[in-house]
């Protein structure tokens, strides 16, 4: 197949990108999104402090524009992300522990509720954990405690019976503590019947990232029983450095059954949050670079 959301459909899997509502007005930006992915992530539109940015009221719009473009052309959609300590509302900082709590609870409900059989994952819960694989100490955990991920996954379902719900981080691209502190959580989550049916793997990376255990990590996720997307890919750096990197996280997607997608964080260069490098696979022109032919044979068997 010749574009990357087609290499991947042909074993079952989608090749999304971040989408910005920024650039929707740039016909080479769209177009390159709409001839080469099958799948989107809004990058910030479906974020709580837009979605919600004062209590219950809520403002849908800027991620529609998205998502309808994304369903016109049958793509995979991402929601990204329900709970998370950044891009918070202000107001949300304010709230004690009862009314964080039903606030956590009704905007799960409103915002999964809106795009109802629409996405098919939510980043339910993003970046909780700590780097030595403790919880991270942020809103949520202070006033709320372990229990607020379980009870927003506890939450979800009840607002988009379909989708499927995925807990989603960065630095846990290897077996490392980060990792196997999710790794336990989930694991617990699966014995005791809590519904999560994913775990994101941003993987944030650059052109001197070890890999060793990338696709290890990845398999011991699914031998747990969730399925393992790779959610914000991108790769610091250029040229065949970078290309050999983007080919060994889609390698090892592939060599994982339930490794059901991969998403990269962004289209173009020109406009990745990296600001000052390079870490996309079309350059500020909208040029393939090495690393999209890189990624293109492996999806292709290559
Ligand atoms: O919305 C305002 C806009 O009104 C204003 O004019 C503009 C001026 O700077 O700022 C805009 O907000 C920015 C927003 O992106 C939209 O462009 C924020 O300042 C900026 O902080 C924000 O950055 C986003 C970042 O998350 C925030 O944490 C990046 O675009 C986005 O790529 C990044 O994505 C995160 C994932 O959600 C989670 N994982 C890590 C990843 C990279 O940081």
Redesign the pocket.
Known sequence: ASTLGAAAAQTGRYFGA?I?T?HLGEAAYVNTWTAEFNGVTP??EM?W??VEPNRNQFNFAPADRIVSQAKSKGMKIRG??LV?Y??LAPWVGGLDANNLRSAMLNHISQVAGHWKGQVIAWDVV??AFEENGTRRQATFQQKLGDGYIEDAFRAAPAADPGAKLCY?D?NTDGINSKSTGIYNMVRDFKSRGVPIDCVGF?S?LSSSSNLGSYQANLQRFADLGVDVQIT?LDVGGSGSGQANVYRQVTQACMAVSRCTGITV??VTDKY???SGDTPLLFDGNYGKKQAYSAVLDTLNGG
Request: overall charge negative.
């Open positions: 971040a910005s920024a990058e910030n974020k402090d837009t990204h992300t998370w950044q891009q993003n970046e989603n960065y941003q944030h914000e964080w962004g990745s949050w990296r």
